[in-house]
């Protein structure tokens, strides 16, 4: 065994990633964490700048509804002059019925998206980022419980 080792990066990266069975070096706790550390900035950065537009009274889901709206309305019309024109639809007295029904549907649609999309955010602010990165015993034995809890259909 040499007294000094060189280091060779090409050497260290595909001891890293090959997937030969001979791998008996055990991973530091650095290296087993490293993904989730390296994500974890990014996150609380991610749910202050959820925080803040929050907090802003101009971005609202009426707000958010108002904006898009126009957009929505726009493509939906583009779409059903070109299937009509496309399929030589002729006009008939319920069409005009199940155009406007249609548009409604859609606007209902975006609607549930806009909630859907709040919801969600407001699961994400009300997540403790500082606990995703500290993995202890007990945090260990409940995931494990949750776990066999989830999976007990599957194997009784």
Known sequence: MPLIKRFNAFDEYSRLLSTSGNRNRQQSDTEKEAPLHRALPLLKETQATFQRLRRDPDVSQTNVFRISAPFFTFAYVLATVATALRKDIMPSPG?????????????????????????????????????????????KISKLNQRSILFSGFFS
């Open 95 to 139: 069409l005009g019925v199940l155009v406007l029904m249609g548009f409604l549907v859609t606007l209902a649609v975006l609607r549930a998206i806009i909630w859907g999309g709040a919801v969600a955010i407001d699961e994400f602010l009300l997540v403790d980022i500082g606990d995703l990165g500290v993995t202890s015993r007990k945090n």
